[in-house]
């Protein structure tokens, strides 16, 4: 897997505060990992960062779309069991088989001014010989002032999550 972080300490709308880009392969046909970045009940079964499960999904896949997903914090994450994390967004890209783009705003649920984050998120497929490559850019724009911690971990989570996403097309 490759990475590259960006962090810029400007909050201006043209600049990112922090960028994230991440590159996985995966032995597993495009159309598979397509239907599991597109699907609901799949997106259901590996989003998030490890400890956290999917309680409510939805996706209206088109431009102009919604896409709105929940995670939720298991026993593993101590104090923050149970904790809800909402994400709604708006596809502004999608070309089947081929590239998502998305604007969204993620949060801590009861707590969505203080916590709330702007940002787009760009994942290219691609695929090789049977193996599906993914690359996933991530940006944030905005943040509220308890929201350092969640655009700190934005590497590690998607980095986890990407990892998920190979257990769960392994199955």
């Not at 929940?70 to 101590?78: D, S, T």
């Not at 783009?101 to 994942?123: C, L, R, V």
């Not at 599906?132 to 971990?153: L, R």
Request: proline share 5%.
């Amino acid at each position: 897997m490759v990475v590259n972080t960006t962090t810029r300490s400007t909050i201006n709308r043209m600049e990112p505060i922090k960028e994230v880009l991440l590159e996985k392969e995966y032995d597993t046909p495009l159309s598979k990992v397509w239907q599991a970045w597109t699907t609901a009940e799949e997106l259901k079964e590996w989003w998030g960062p490890d400890n956290v499960t999917i309680p409510e999904c939805t996706i209206d896949l088109k431009v102009g779309g919604s896409f709105y997903i929940v995670m939720e914090a298991g026993e593993a994450m101590g104090p923050y069991k149970g904790t809800l994390w909402p994400m709604q967004a708006t596809f502004t890209v999608v070309v089947p088989e081929s590239h998502l783009s998305y604007s969204a705003q993620a949060w801590t649920e009861g707590m969505k001014e203080d916590t709330t984050i702007d940002q787009t998120t760009d994942i290219t497929f691609s695929e090789i010989n049977g193996k599906t490559k993914v690359t996933v850019k991530a940006a944030i724009y905005k943040t509220g002032p308890k929201a350092g911690m969640a655009a700190e971990g934005m590497q590690m989570g998607f980095t986890q999550q990407l990892a998920k996403l190979n257990v769960y097309l392994c199955k």
